[in-house]
């Protein structure tokens, strides 16, 4: 099988100019697959969960201890998935949202299990809705924390970056045909995302 680094390299070679999201980490847990997936300049939640579905899978949904554990493991691998906020840190998101007040997952698991941080959720300025990694004490905690959707674009949440990346989740385990159509997605999604920038900025 190829190696995760392989892959990335390949799909680079076919979109050069796309700079904007690459896999950094991959690998399976209970014959499921998941990807962290590293963003340049930050993403929101409905944006990475688009994303997810565009290459196939969705947002991880963590259902027990040792996936919680499993995901941590690949997202703490690569600080660049970590944003340092104060003397804490954004990491990664997962595809919990909140709904008519309770928590659920975007593939439509059980929201059977949680591992927030201390004196999370706490739904700050009434629009922390979505779920991300967070530590509050260090570059890296296998911890939670409810969020807006766009962090940056929230006025109670001045200086707090959007997170850098996000993990998907892809059932069954994918070979390295399906990780290779992954980094295709990936660069895809990003370059249609780029020209629709680029069509908004235009002068009329």
Known sequence: MKTLKTIITSVLLIGPTIAFAQPVAQGSYNNVTYIAVLTTGGITWTAAEADAIAMGGQLASVTSAGEDQFIYSLISSDASLWAAVGGGAVGPWIGGYKQGGSWHWSDGSAFSYSNWATDQPDNYGGTENYIQFYSD????????????????????????????????????????????????????????????????????
């Not at 959707?149 to 994918?174: F, I, S």
């Not at 370059?191 to 920038?197: E, L, N, S």
Request: with cysteine.
């Open 137 to 204: 004490h260090s570059l890296m905690a296998n911890t939670w924390n409810d969020a807006p959707n766009n962090t940056t674009g929230d006025p109670n949440h001045v200086g707090v970056p959007n997170p850098q990346g996000y993990v998907v989740e892809l059932v069954p385990e994918a070979g390295t045909t399906s990780l290779f159509l992954l980094g295709v997605a990936v660069s895809a999604v990003y370059c249609f995302r780029k020209g629709q920038t680029a069509i908004a900025s235009r002068p009329s």
